[in-house]
């Protein structure tokens, strides 16, 4: 069954990357060195602990370039794997594949790396009723597919983008003249999901009552979140943001807040140790 994602085009996503690793000239190294006719076995796998996301877009990567190539993803998707452990097998043309392989790769250890530190952030609060978010502070172009990381490594996606809830921030506060104002305008709007951003306890109530759906208790510290949390008494959900650590995720999870969200986790991840290495032809 082919691998898709909503709102994403994972074929045109791999035609893009193969074509800016390409250039005019094509891999001139696999031309020159390995005979037209050679074939390729080989083994990826993950050097250390890793949580894997990637391997069917890997494979897609692969079979653009060798549609008879021979894969075999030997994980699911978020499985938590130890060093050494074979994630795939691909046998095929070797001119092909070597020519896939840094895209390939570079995919599943980005992929990975988000995966791994979002289950790492996930275990940190597990037992407190927290949830872990992500953000959209993604690169450009692969929100869909970072996103999709976070939720291997367990988390849950926050807003996709700009159109599925309102978020309003201080900015937007300060331009429409106050919170209730701004609150109330996008009720008016007929918007069915609005969080908005407080850092001060004195905003909980106007916000509420121009109707938030949702509080993002900005930057704040476990004294005022526990705080904030009371204050709101279970009217709507709460999420802790900002500054948010792997030393700091388990207190401020004890506060009661609903959720918790992380930037890092798209834009700080550092990418998985996984390789591919010749078997045998």
Known sequence: MAFTLPNFDVDAFVRATLAEDLGELGDITSAAVIPADARFAGVMD?????????????????????????????????TQVSPGTEVMR???????????????????????????????????????????????????????????????????????GLWDAAMIKDNHV?????????????????????????????????????GATHLLLDNMGPRLLREAVALVAGRVPTEASGNVTLDTIGTIAQTGVTYISVGRLTQSAPAADIGLDFAAA
């Not at 791994?116 to 692969?142: E, F, H, N």
């Not at 429409?176 to 908005?196: D, F, K, L, P, Q």
Request: charged content about 25%.
């Open 46 to 78: 993950s050097r250390n602990a890793t949580t894997i996301a990637g391997l069917p877009i890997a494979e897609v990567f692969f079979r653009t370039l060798d549609p008879d190539a021979e894969i075999e993803i030997l994980v699911e998707e978020g």
């Open 174 to 210: 300060a331009v429409a003249g106050g919170i209730t104002e701004a609150v109330r305008r996008a009720a008016a709007a007929g918007i069915a999901s609005i969080i908005v951003e407080v850092d001060r306890i004195d905003q909980i109530e106007p916000a509420l009552a121009g």
């Open 90 to 160: 691909v046998k095929g043309r070797a001119r092909a594949l070597l020519t896939a392989e840094r895209s390939a790769l570079n995919t599943v250890q980005h992929l990975s790396g988000i995966a791994t530190m979002t289950r790492s952030y996930v275990d940190a609060i597990a037992g407190t009723g927290a949830t872990l978010l992500d953000t959209r502070k993604t690169i450009p172009g692969l929100r869909v597919l970072e996103k999709y990381a976070t939720r291997m490594g367990g988390a849950t996606n926050h807003r996709m």
